[in-house]
């Protein structure tokens, strides 16, 4: 997973450190699956692609506060979708989103 | 330099055709050859007012395009107004780059509702149409009838889309997808019945408007 290209130099996170940065800042993502999917994952996004699948209510309320605080300097483009329509769609599968969990944990 | 110049800097770098550097503040201009250069501001805003759209008028002299870098960017219907007056493009990054190679950014408006804004105003039976933001128009036809109209650009328009247009926009009576690949999930339509609209396409939404 690489960084940004043509601007290493500028400080773009890379798509790991964006894994980290949001597990670490938004606690209420352990209710729901968090994917990141798109070009950021080869390094030369212009926004960064995340994918949530999990419950609406007040959970997700409570998540959206949370990733627009941790998106006021990243060009979040977050696409909030519940487990049946995730189900219908197999979005993770055709746009082989990658848990954040598992870029967070990669070299 | 702040967040979205460097993001924008950065995806320049990536194009063939056209290259970009840093102006000043949230200024940058776009090279391309046999174009004429741009001058575009790339703002962080949520929402673009007419006093945002102003001000960067104000105080950047031939500014050709006014760019709102965040996805969920959204523009009122008097900013839109007020730079298209003031032949200023404005829209999505997107749009800036793909107005930089057609030479038109000046007069570029946000890509991901062009077609379907055009398409309203040239609908025969529609008489008036009032943009009040980017996505949301409420139209007169000819009849007398009024629909107020959102407009989700996505390939499967999901059930938080239209909850979250619904609480960001208040009510609409139709939901367009203007995606035309664009498939709504049952859980999007069924969000619509909830909240008291339809979820529908270009085709469905024609034949609503031929009988109203």
């Given at each position: ?107 | ?91 999505s990054f997107g749009t800036l780059s793909s107005a930089a190679l057609d030479g038109n950014a000046n007069s570029a408006p946000h890509k991901v509702y062009k077609f379907s804004d055009r398409l ?33 650009a996505d390939y499967e328009p999901t059930a938080n889309e239209v909850r979250s247009m619904w609480d960001r926009f208040g009510p609409v009576d139709i939901v367009w997808n203007i995606n035309p690949n664009g498939t709504p999930q049952p859980e999007a339509n069924e969000a619509g019945r909830e909240l008291g609209c339809e979820v529908m396409k270009w085709e469905e939404l024609k034949e609503l408007?031929?009988?109203?």
């Amino acid at each position: 997973m690489g960084r940004v290209e043509g601007a290493p130099e500028q400080g773009l996170m890379t798509a790991r450190e964006i894994a980290v940065y949001l597990l670490g800042s938004c606690p209420s993502l352990e209710h729901f699956d968090a994917f990141m999917f798109g070009s950021t994952l080869h390094g030369i996004g212009q926004d960064i692609d995340i994918l949530i699948v999990g419950p609406g209510g007040n959970l997700l309320a409570q998540l959206k506060k949370e990733l627009q605080y941790a998106g006021s300097s990243l060009p979040f483009h977050i696409l909030y979708m519940q487990p049946s329509e995730e189900l219908h769609t197999q979005f993770v599968a055709k746009e082989r989103c990658i848990p954040l969990a598992h870029l967070a944990a990669s070299c | 330099m702040n967040w979205q110049i460097k993001y924008a800097l950065a995806a320049f770098a990536k194009e063939r055709q056209s290259s970009a550097e840093h102006v000043g503040g949230d200024l940058i201009r776009i090279m391309t050859q046999d174009r004429p250069d741009v001058l575009a501001a790339i703002t962080s805003v949520e929402t673009v007012d007419q006093a945002t759209a102003a001000r960067y008028r104000e105080q950047v002299e031939g500014l050709d395009f006014l760019c709102g870098y965040r996805a969920e960017c959204v523009w009122e219907g008097e900013a839109i107004q007020y730079l298209e007056e003031n032949c200023i493009g404005w829209g999505s990054f997107g749009t800036l780059s793909s107005a930089a190679l057609d030479g038109n950014a000046n007069s570029a408006p946000h890509k991901v509702y062009k077609f379907s804004d055009r398409l309203l105003r040239q609908y025969g039976r529609v008489e008036k149409v009032d943009r009040e933001f980017d996505r949301i128009h409420r139209i007169t036809l000819r009849s007398g009838a009024t629909f107020r109209i959102g407009m989700i650009a996505d390939y499967e328009p999901t059930a938080n889309e239209v909850r979250s247009m619904w609480d960001r926009f208040g009510p609409v009576d139709i939901v367009w997808n203007i995606n035309p690949n664009g498939t709504p999930q049952p859980e999007a339509n069924e969000a619509g019945r909830e909240l008291g609209c339809e979820v529908m396409k270009w085709e469905e939404l024609k034949e609503l408007l031929s009988r109203a």
